[in-house]
């Protein structure tokens, strides 16, 4: 097989990126916008060792769980995956990479509870903008910094596309310079967007590599336009940096408050810019309370790592015993400390540390904690603080939260080995028709008393 082969292929699985999979001459072949069912004619447009990538240049068959696309930017964009297949078929997709992911790598064959899925295709309450060369938002294309343009992104709240375009106006109407990466010259980096799901109070921040933006009096009063009495606060991020981080350290009010409140689980939510908050409201709040199924936190001491704003451990600490959530992010931590603060939650600490070195100070302190939750990024929990967790701690249930079920099974695995065991599991569908799925596990010490 060579690069520019036409070649036959029947797509008979999906991988973790949302691309079909067919095999020619015992070679993996990916090709994306294609489904389980699909049969085509294939241009090869890649090859390594052991995969390729391909191009389809005719379907002779289509799959029967195909759908008209309904975006004119899918596949141009680095956001959506699946909106050529129809959602029972995205989800059945979702929990069978669960389901297989677990078993090849965790070495457990035990099948998860039903996919939770979602029943809101506009559930992002956050958008991140980054500008084209010619003053258009969008998002940035598949593994790359080029900006597909978009006017309407169907995953996000309409009110946004509003937004969008009248900063494009904006822009165009006062010659505002973008932001290049090449020549790190130019001033607008990005727009970011948060809305609130139970307040419906809103936060626009303007990313900027500079330290002020001209007439921005005048941008303030056409975001009011929009969100009118919901519109809570206007910022402007400084990010000079040469770096792929979105937001930089310091933010320069412009109007209104630092932050917006939401309400998630029943817990009074202080949002920051920098803040971690689930993009989907219901889901994260069936997801978290799955969270505290597993947990059962009556009368024990919780140990939150990874906690972000404390959204998890401040739902279940009304009826624990004890909590303390732990946070690398300063931001995070001090909005933590607020959200317990303004919900009359006394029984909460947040320690702003590394996870792996706050393990460590905490068995110092003879803390014992019955329950552990684990909510790590994508990178998962490193073995020296699953090692200290299982083997220090020796918690009765360790409630896992992944948003990457590689990693994931991978800790399992570990656990397992730590004498826990894999109970039960559930996928949640929190990013639909994109190819991300997040997973919360129940894993119980099958002996107790660590011996």
């Known amino acids: 097989m060579n690069k520019n082969d036409i070649i036959h292929l029947d797509i008979t699985d999906i991988s973790a990126e949302g691309n079909g999979i067919g095999k020619y001459e015992c070679m993996a072949v990916f090709v994306p916008k294609t489904a389980v069912g699909d049969s085509i004619k294939a241009r090869v447009l890649k090859v390594k060792k052991s995969y ?11 799959s029967e769980n195909r759908v008209k696309e309904d975006c004119p930017v899918f596949s141009k964009c680095g956001g959506c995956v699946f909106r050529h297949i129809n959602y029972e078929s995205e989800c059945s997709l979702k929990e069978n990479r669960v389901y297989e992911t677990v ?16 029943d809101s295709l506009r559930y992002r309450n956050k958008a991140q903008y980054p500008i084209s060369a010619d003053g258009k938002t969008g998002f940035f294309a598949t593994h790359s910094h080029r900006v597909a343009e978009c006017d309407d992104c169907l995953l996000q709240p309409e009110e946004f596309s509003l937004a969008t375009k009248v900063f ?4 165009k109407n006062h010659g505002i310079s973008v932001y290049n990466e090449n020549t790190k010259l130019g001033l607008l980096r990005h727009l970011y967007l948060r809305k609130a799901e139970k307040t419906g109070e809103v936060m626009a921040v303007v990313v900027i590599n500079g330290d002020k933006l001209p007439c921005c009096d005048e941008l303030v009063s056409k975001f009011k336009e929009i969100f009118g009495s ?16 979105i937001l930089g350290d310091k933010n320069i009010l412009v109007y209104g408050d630092e932050y917006i409140t939401d309400i998630l689980c029943g817990i009074k939510v202080r949002l920051s810019a920098f803040s971690f908050y689930q993009v989907n409201h219901k889901m994260a709040e069936l997801l978290y309370e799955k969270a505290r199924q597993y947990a059962n936190p009556d009368n024990k001491n919780i140990l939150d790592l990874y906690c972000g704003t404390g959204t998890i451990g401040l739902s279940m600490a009304r009826t624990a015993r004890e909590l303390v959530g732990v946070e690398i992010v300063p931001q995070a931590i001090e909005d933590a400390k607020i959200n317990a603060k303004n919900n009359g939650i006394n029984n909460a600490r947040f320690i702003c540390s590394d996870a792996s070195d706050a393990v460590k100070e905490l068995n110092q302190q003879g803390f014992k904690p019955d329950v552990v939750i684990l909510d790590p990024p994508r990178k998962g929990c490193s073995k020296q603080l699953l090692d200290i967790v299982a083997n220090a701690f020796f918690p009765e249930q360790i409630v896992y939260i992944s948003c990457d079920v590689a990693t994931l099974a991978r800790d399992i695995k570990i656990l397992t080995e730590y004498g826990y065991k894999l109970t039960e599991y559930t996928p949640f569908d929190l990013f639909p028709r994109t190819a991300h799925v997040e997973t919360v596990c129940l894993l119980m010490r099958e002996n107790v008393n660590g011996s």
């Open 103 to 118: 078993k090849r790598i965790g070495g457990v064959d035990l099948k998860p509870m039903p996919i939770v899925f979602s």
């Open 52 to 62: 390729a990538y391909a191009k389809t240049e005719e379907f002779l068959y289509k």
């Open 168 to 171: 494009e106006d904006f822009i």
């Open 230 to 245: 919901d519109l809570k606060s206007v910022l402007l991020n400084i990010n000079r940096d040469d770096t792929n981080v």
